[in-house]
């Protein structure tokens, strides 16, 4: 019985840290997207409700609606209003 689990260990260890190792450097490369809900995407952007939908209305602020629920594609979000593409007030 030993014996027997000495050779499993021996045969799987490698198998189960090569796809460990594989795993995570897929992660590393294709990090999960992040989302902000309607919300919390008017609260990022300290804008009231009706102005983010007239912003969404006039197309500055692109979303998504999955089973009711509307979100944002955070990483875009964060990176117009870094690049002052969005304003909390249009000048």
Avoid: C
């Amino acid at each position: 019985m030993e014996t027997l689990k000495q050779v499993l260990t021996d045969i799987l260890r490698p198998i189960v840290m090569e796809a460990v190792r594989e795993a995570i450097s897929d992660v590393k490369v294709n990090p999960p997207k992040r989302y902000y809900t309607a919300e919390e995407a008017w609260e990022h952007l300290r804008v009231s409700r009706a102005t983010f939908y007239r912003r969404v209305g006039k197309g500055e602020i692109e979303i998504l609606k999955i089973g009711g629920k509307t979100l944002v594609d955070a990483d875009a979000l964060d990176g117009a209003k870094e690049r002052r593409e969005i304003y909390r007030y249009k000048h």
